[in-house]
């Protein structure tokens, strides 16, 4: 049996809205093997987005823990969730969210630098040429395609070597030939570094290619989806 890396105890999240609240995800409850490519799918609304903010730390839950490699990191204060998302975790957004006025080195070089790592600039030109973009190290992201961008997006998420890489509909904004692509990197690369991958896409194909598909409907897990097997 492989190791838990990540577990989600009974997770919910509620938005209140004109003082009513809502629930928009429900005791969800699930464990993610060390090395496994695992995607939450379901429909648009359904609650993917935000149980990936949860998963990650980018946002708190309700009620309900998140224990990321043996640790409970739902009530870590801001700066160690900061610390723990930029070395533990890196996450790759369907807009991108590259900064405008840094070139394509630079954006992935950010995150080694914020934590010191001498071998920033060597660690990015190696993923740049991995991606195939070394060429385009100098470009700004406006002078990049979409699939260009998500290509940077990746080196960065995986800069500091995270524990578990997360994507959120990562091919949403692309053409299909560049969406093929995009899943096939990320494939390719959760193959060679042996990180475990949690993709996040409403899109039937792409949840073929997992080893395990989560399936969340109206914020509940779909039956059986959220043991590891
Ligand atoms: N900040 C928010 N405030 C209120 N409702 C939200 C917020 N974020 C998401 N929702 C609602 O939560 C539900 C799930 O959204 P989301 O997690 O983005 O689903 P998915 O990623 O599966 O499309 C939707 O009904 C959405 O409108
Ligand atoms: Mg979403």
Redesign the pocket.
């Known amino acids: 049996m492989t190791e838990t890396i990540l577990e989600a105890r009974k997770l919910a ?1 509620t ?1 209140t ?1 004109n003082n009513s609240a ?1 629930l ?2 429900d005791a969800v409850s699930l464990t993610i093997g060390q090395g496994e490519f695992a995607v939450i799918t ?12 949860l998963l990650s730390g980018l946002d708190r839950p309700t009620s309900g823990r998140v224990i990321l490699a043996g640790r409970d990191i739902t009530d870590l204060d801001e700066d160690s969730l900061a610390r723990l998302r930029n070395e533990q975790i890196g996450f790759v957004f369907q807009a991108f969210h590259l900064v405008p006025s840094l070139n394509a080195m630079e954006n992935v070089m950010f995150p080694a630098e914020l934590k010191g790592d001498r071998l920033a600039r060597d660690k990015a030109s190696a993923l740049l040429h991995r991606v195939g973009l070394w060429e385009r190290r100098h470009h700004f992201p406006d002078q990049l395609s979409g699939g260009e961008k998500q290509r940077i997006a990746i080196c960065r998420a995986l800069i500091n070597s995270p524990r578990i890489l997360f994507a ?2 990562p091919t949403g904004n692309l053409d299909s030939k560049n969406s093929d692509a995009i899943v096939d990197l990320l494939a390719e690369l959760h193959r060679e570094q042996g990180a475990t991958l949690v993709l ?1 896409t ?1 899109s039937a194909g792409i949840a073929g290619r997992a080893q395990r598909i989560i399936r ?1 409907s109206d ?1 509940r897990l779909s039956n059986g989806s959220g043991s590891s097997c």
Do not use: P, Q, R, V
């Not at 379901?42 to 903010?53: E, F, I, N, V």
């Open positions: 999240k938005y809205i809502i928009i995800l379901g429909d648009s609304g359904s609650g993917k987005t935000t149980l990936l903010t959120d509909e996040a409403h969340l914020g």
